[in-house]
């Protein structure tokens, strides 16, 4: 069965600093990879997604990841961050086969302080 | 327009009630789903229906049960109502199995 795991539960980070918030997973066979946020008190929203070609993928608001199938990593990345951009961050991935069942990691606390 | 609307949005009841929960999406997906999000955030699978068929029915008790009378609609439905039960639940919906799932604004059910 395939795991995700989000290594930082807690990310604070200075307006307008870069930031990076990391995601492995595991699993014996590909998988497609998902970030989603949560912003308080409200529902999942997909921020950007790698199923195949090109590795290093975007979301309309600077935020990107980069799928690295020798570290089995999906990190997210934004070089600059905004207050706006406080919420909660999950990665998350799809076994394309079985269940397909969504595995999500634990969730990592992004904190944009002024 | 609401893609995927949950009624309601705040649920406080006592134990042993009997409680439901309604989902509907309005974006044609064929699949659909009940998460349980707990205190520390950690999202967990409950049911998914796909094409009003259930697909994966994940350890919960059976006191919970998901009913989809269409494509459109997934209900959960909660018997005898424990506290343990207080949790966020979110409905979602997506394309197919691999695609990105949608998620309703969640309903959170507090049992006292």
């Known amino acids: 069965a395939q795991s995700v795991t989000q290594l930082d539960s807690q990310v604070p980070v200075f307006e307008e600093a870069p930031v990076e918030l990391r995601c492995n997973y595991s699993?014996?066979?590909?998988?497609?990879l998902f970030w989603y946020v949560q912003y308080p008190n409200q529902g999942l929203q997909l921020l950007l997604k790698?199923?195949?070609?090109?590795?290093l993928v975007e979301s309309i608001n600077g935020f990107e990841a980069e799928f690295n199938k020798s570290q089995t990593s999906f990190h997210l990345r934004k070089p600059s961050v905004h207050i706006s951009d406080t919420a909660e961050y999950f990665c998350?991935?799809?076994?394309?086969?079985?269940?397909?069942?969504?595995?999500f990691g634990k969730g990592t606390k992004l904190s944009v302080i002024p | 327009d609401t893609a995927v609307s949950q009624t309601p949005k705040y649920l406080v009841t006592q134990m042993g009630n009997d409680k439901s929960i309604k989902c509907e999406q309005n974006?044609?997906?064929?699949?659909m789903y009940w998460y349980k999000q707990d205190s520390k955030k950690f999202l967990k699978i409950m049911f998914s229906?796909?094409?009003?068929?259930?697909?994966i029915n994940e350890t919960v008790p059976n006191r919970f049960s998901p009913k989809s009378p269409d494509k459109a609609h997934l209900n959960l439905h909660i018997n005898s109502l424990e506290l343990g039960d207080s949790a966020v639940y979110f409905c979602?919906?997506?394309?197919?199995?691999?695609?990105?799932?949608?998620f309703g604004p969640g309903t959170r059910l507090t049992v006292t």
């Open positions: 229906y796909n094409n009003k068929e259930l697909i």
């Open positions: 979602a919906s997506s394309r197919d199995r691999v695609n990105e799932q949608y």
């Open positions: 790698y199923l195949s070609g090109s590795t």
């Open positions: 699993s014996s066979v590909s998988v497609y």
């Open positions: 998350a991935v799809i076994l394309p086969l079985g269940s397909y069942q969504l595995t």
């Open positions: 974006l044609g997906h064929d699949t």
